[in-house]
Structures are given as C-alpha cells and as structure tokens.
C-alpha cells in the first residue's frame, strides 16, 4: 500500500505528501495504460488521494473530472475519507507524446482547452461542485490553478510519476497550504522551496512521504500529525449493478440476453465483470 502523511510546518502551513507507486501500477494493470495515460492518471490519483484525507468523514466522497479535448480523453478519479481511490480514463492507450527535452507530453495527451471539476458529497443536500479551466494540462498546475480560484486557497502542488516501460518506478506529490496569518518572509521561503521540487517522481525514489516532506521542509521545523495507508480500492458490487440492469427495462435486457447470450456489465473503475443469464434477470425482474 502507498502511505500519505501529513504535518505542520513551522506553525503556518500543512504539508501532505503521499508515495503512491502501488496506486498507479495498479492502475496501469487494471486499465492496460500506455506510458502518458500512467503519467495523467497516476498523477490525478495522487493528488485526489491528497484531497480524500482532509475530509472528517470515512463515508465522504470526492470525484475529480479532468477534460481537456486531448487524445487521452476525459480522467475521471473518486477518493473516500477512508483512504480509498479508484480512476478511469476514456483512452487509456492513447499514443505516448514526448517532448523535446525528452519528458513525456502530459499537458499535450490531457489537452489545455477544458476544465477540471471536483464534485464533493460530505453528506449535504447537494454536492459541492467547483470548476476551474485548464492552464497546462500538467495536473499539478492545474489543481494549483482550481484551488486558488474555486476555493481561494492559495496553495501548492507538486506531482510526478517515473515509468519503465509500461511500470511505475516511483511516483508521489506534495501539496502545501498555507495557514492564514503566515508572515511574508516565511511564504517567500515555502515558495522558494516548491519551485526547487522539480522531478518529483525521483524525490520518492527510494523514500517515504515523510523522508520528502522533511527533505524539503526539515529546515523549517516539522511535526508530523499522521500517516495512514492509501489504496487503489473499487467500492462497486452486486447491488448497485443490479440497479444499472434494473435501469434497462425488463424487455431491453431480456432482448439483450436473448442476442447475445447474457447482459454483461463491466466496471470502468476496476474491470469487474458481473454476467446476468436469462435466469439470473428472472430473479432480478421478479
């Protein structure tokens, strides 16, 4: 499992860092990812499992849509307050764009011409919905961007993910807020320090969330407050599919069954299969 910590930072700002390696090759097995459909995804579960622990609840629930008209499609992530997360992508074999320098082309395969949404339920009457454009299609940038103009919350963001071949060598982010009152000097230098966090898949190379947090933050005096396991973890099951064939009408699915043998319904999120037969859907109609 990935382990997400979390501290306070000279009395003015919480930085959550998270090694997720395990979270994105389990997505790259689940989904058959192409190299720049691991770094986009992999980079948007990192970030919105960062997200998934600020909330009080396990049960709330957060699901994030990345749309930026590029070849990889639409990303859509959802994390608990239970430290689960779960993604899927519209082309997860989308051709792998470089840069020039070598990188890959993350902000070229999302797209820039979109917007990234974050719908939160926390039990309310109605969800929280907020949206912002896209400046790079990078992610990080992205949900830098979100944060300081959807919930003015000035903040940082650092992700990254390393790949061999079609595996994740090392992955993990950083995202700083800033406690209101912080003095100047101070903010200076945790900026000075979030642009020095450049190749942030090689940071957790070999090291643990509170090795990079402390790495970077240690000058300023650290106090972790927590670490916890986070893992890639699909809530879907029998009963809320059962709602999904029962959404068909008896005739349709029972015309499907009779096409082609059985209504078969796979999850995006996991690759689960649940198969219903002729007898199956009688109990289901009944």
Same mark, same amino acid.
């Given at each position: 499992?990935?382990?997400?910590?979390?501290?306070?930072?000279?009395?003015?700002?919480?930085?959550?860092?998270?090694?997720?390696?395990?979270?994105?090759? $389990?997505?790259?097995?689940?989904?058959?990812?192409?190299?720049?459909?691991?770094?986009?995804?992999? =980079?948007?579960?990192?970030?919105?499992? +960062?997200?998934?622990?600020?909330?009080?609840?396990?049960? *709330?629930? +957060?699901?994030?849509?990345?749309?930026?008209?590029?070849?990889?499609?639409?990303?859509? %992530? &959802?994390? *608990?307050?239970?430290?689960? %997360?779960?993604?899927?992508?519209?082309?997860?074999?989308?051709?792998? +764009?470089?840069?020039?320098?070598?990188?890959?082309? %993350?902000?070229?395969?999302?797209?820039? #011409?979109?917007?990234?949404?974050?719908?939160? #339920?926390?039990?309310?009457?109605?969800?929280?919905?907020?949206?912002?454009?896209?400046?790079?299609?990078?992610?990080?940038?992205?949900?830098?961007?979100?944060?300081?103009?959807?919930?003015?919350?000035?903040?940082?963001?650092?992700?990254?993910?390393?790949?061999?071949?079609? $595996?994740?060598?090392?992955?993990?982010?950083?995202?700083?807020?800033?406690?209101?009152? &912080?003095?100047?000097?101070?903010?200076?230098?945790?900026?000075?320090?979030?642009?020095?966090?450049?190749?942030?898949?090689?940071?957790?190379?070999?090291?643990?969330?509170?090795?990079?947090? =402390?790495?970077?933050?240690?000058?300023?005096?650290?106090?972790?407050?927590?670490?916890?396991?986070?893992?890639?973890?699909?809530? &879907?099951?029998? $009963?809320?599919?059962?709602?999904?064939? $029962?959404?068909?009408?008896? #005739?349709?699915?029972?015309?499907?069954?009779?096409?082609?043998?059985?209504?078969?319904?796979?999850?995006?999120?996991?690759?689960?299969?649940?198969?219903?037969?002729?007898?199956?859907?009688?109990?289901?109609?009944?």
């Amino acid at each position: 499992m990935s382990v997400l910590t979390k501290a306070i930072v000279a009395d003015y700002a919480v930085v959550s860092a998270i090694e997720s390696k395990q979270l994105v090759n $389990r997505a790259i097995k689940i989904h058959n990812l192409s190299p720049v459909a691991a770094a986009a995804m992999g =980079r948007t579960l990192t970030m919105a499992a +960062l997200m998934g622990k600020e909330f009080k609840n396990k049960e *709330d629930y +957060l699901t994030v849509v990345i749309n930026g008209g590029g070849p990889l499609g639409k990303i859509t %992530v &959802c994390a *608990d307050g239970d430290g689960h %997360v779960k993604g899927d992508i519209e082309n997860p074999v989308a051709e792998t +764009l470089v840069k020039e320098d070598g990188h890959l082309d %993350v902000g070229g395969a999302v797209g820039r #011409d979109g917007t990234l949404t974050v719908i939160k #339920d926390i039990g309310l009457k109605q969800p929280y919905v907020g949206t912002s454009k896209l400046v790079s299609g990078e992610i990080a940038q992205d949900f830098a961007y979100y944060f300081a103009e959807s919930e003015q919350q000035p903040c940082g963001v650092a992700l990254g993910v390393g790949l061999n071949s079609k $595996r994740c060598t090392s992955a993990g982010g950083v995202w700083v807020q800033i406690m209101p009152n &912080c003095p100047e000097e101070l903010l200076s230098q945790i900026e000075t320090v979030m642009y020095a966090m450049d190749e942030m898949s090689y940071q957790f190379k070999g090291s643990t969330a509170e090795e990079v947090i =402390r790495r970077f933050f240690g000058r300023f005096g650290v106090t972790v407050t927590e670490s916890v396991e986070v893992s890639y973890k699909c809530n &879907c099951n029998k $009963r809320k599919i059962d709602r999904v064939v $029962r959404s068909l009408g008896r #005739d349709e699915a029972f015309e499907i069954a009779e096409e082609r043998g059985c209504v078969e319904v796979c999850c995006h999120f996991c690759g689960k299969k649940y198969v219903y037969d002729k007898e199956a859907l009688g109990k289901l109609f009944k």
